[in-house]
């Protein structure tokens, strides 16, 4: 760490460590999944899980961790998911089958969690409000370099050194942020001592979206997997019912009711993950599949997207403290409609420089859209409900992750004749589906309060 930074660059330098290596977890292993099953000789329903657990872990422990932050201190609670994600990476050295990976990426979740339970409420409660929107900007540029540049990354890594070499990489730089955590980071920051936390209501929360999660990823396999959805909804519905009489809750549901600000930013929050998290994904199987890139080469093509991120994303953060939130998040939306409605146009194209074009615009799009965004929802709460606010971004973030997988689930599960002419239709029809989440999300970007 550079001695004369600030207080506060310190901080968000931290953060910003543990925000790029959180993310890039998951979308690091994409790449490496067909050789992760070549080495424990497993069929992709298991190599499925390794990508699932680790969301549905994180979802359903992010708003009870977020609670338990409150009262035991953000500082700490960040420095357990940091600490929790070095060891459960290190640990891939000593597994030998499938299920002990699957197990570390259960305590990568919950690592997850605890660090997104927090993050964005320390930068918050470091940063004055003029300041605080370009902080956020940078925060936001690391968890989207994260998911985009695992790919590059990880395919770098995977190509030349192996799959586990990726979880090593995540180690070395969790480990940085462990050390400069308890260097650097002096405050707790505990919001509330005396209030009970609900017991009842976390165990709820945490089955109902098991149930849900469960029933969604699979119920195009299994016959039962619509009533465990059914089930998972109805056991939500009787959770919010249940919260909105206690008085310490989880999720605080008057706040959603009369905070139209907070409300429409993390549902149009949630749209934009949905429509966003399994691009990389996608080209990552386009690319190598249909166009017959390696893992390098495929890499490659995609860090034109990461890098216009990076440089955009402080900026429009800057922009956020002075410029309507609704205006930018709504312009960033309606840009990434239609870069990835090109992408559906040129998917049987099969035209790279399309497809180039289209990363820059979807890239603008998500800088546009992810800080003031973020600006917004923590910008909407009082003081004592950034911690909740922070939780709800890494909450609706997943849930949209969650959506998105599922999306590409089911969209792959159509089977029928001609091999990668089938493989592209269905590329095609889930870039389609995406680009109509992200019209959809327009108008709840758009009516929000104005600042």
Not at 8 to 34: D, G, H, K, Q
Not at 40 to 64: D, N, Q, R
Not at 282 to 287: E, F, G, P, T, V
Not at 396 to 422: D, H, K, P, W, Y
Request: net charge positive; charged share 10%; with cysteine.
């Amino acid at each position: 760490m550079v001695p004369h930074l600030s207080y506060e660059n310190r901080i968000l330098a931290i953060v910003m460590i543990v925000s790029f290596i959180n993310p890039f977890t998951s979308s690091a292993l994409n790449l490496a999944l067909p050789d992760i099953g070549l080495t424990y000789k497993v069929t992709e329903s298991h190599l499925g899980w390794v990508i699932e657990v680790f969301l549905i872990a994180s979802t359903i422990c992010i708003m009870p961790i977020g609670k338990l932050a409150d009262k035991f201190g953000k500082r700490r609670v960040f420095l357990w998911g940091a600490s929790i994600f070095m060891i459960s990476s290190l640990g891939v050295s000593l597994i030998s089958s499938i299920y002990g990976l699957i197990a570390l990426r259960v305590l990568q979740g919950i690592g997850s969690a605890c660090i997104f339970a927090t993050s964005f409420a320390i930068i918050t409660l470091v940063y004055p409000p003029e300041r605080r929107g370009k902080a956020m900007g940078f925060t936001v540029s690391a968890v989207y370099c994260g998911l985009s540049l695992g790919p590059v990354i990880g395919g770098f890594l995977n190509y030349y050194c192996g799959w586990k070499s990726i979880f090593y990489f995540i180690a070395f730089f969790c480990a940085v942020a462990v050390l400069s955590t308890i260097a650097f980071m002096k405050e707790e920051w505990i919001a509330d001592t005396k209030g009970k936390f609900d017991t009842a209501g976390a165990i709820a929360y945490s089955i109902a979206l098991v149930l849900m999660m469960f029933g969604l990823s699979e119920i195009l396999n299994l016959g039962y997997a619509k009533y465990v959805l059914l089930g998972g909804m109805a056991l939500f519905a009787l959770f919010l019912c249940w919260e909105k009489r206690q008085t310490n809750p989880i999720i605080p549901i008057q706040l959603f009711l009369r905070n139209r600000t907070f409300s429409c930013s993390s549902f149009a929050a949630m749209l934009n993950y949905s429509a966003t998290f399994a691009i990389s994904f996608l080209l990552s199987m386009y690319l190598q599949r249909i166009l017959g890139f390696t893992s390098r080469d495929a890499g490659l093509v995609l860090l034109l997207q990461p890098i216009l991120m990076a440089v955009l994303s402080p900026v429009t953060g800057s922009l956020s403290d002075h410029v309507s939130a609704a205006l930018l998040s709504s312009a960033g939306m309606g840009c990434i409609a239609v870069g990835l409605a090109f992408l559906a146009y040129d998917v049987p194209l099969q035209s790279v420089w399309v497809l180039l074009a289209c990363l820059m615009i979807i890239g603008i799009g998500f800088s546009l859209f992810t800080a003031p965004n973020n600006n917004a929802i923590m910008e909407s709460v009082p003081k004592e409900y950034v911690g909740m606010a922070s939780s709800m971004i890494g909450t609706v973030r997943l849930v949209g992750q969650v959506l998105s997988v599922a999306i590409v689930t089911l969209v792959m599960s159509r089977t029928g004749e001609g091999g990668e002419a089938m493989l592209t239709d269905n590329i095609q029809l889930a870039f389609i589906i995406f680009t109509i989440l992200c019209i959809v999300g327009i108008l709840p970007s758009m009516v929000r309060s104005k600042k």
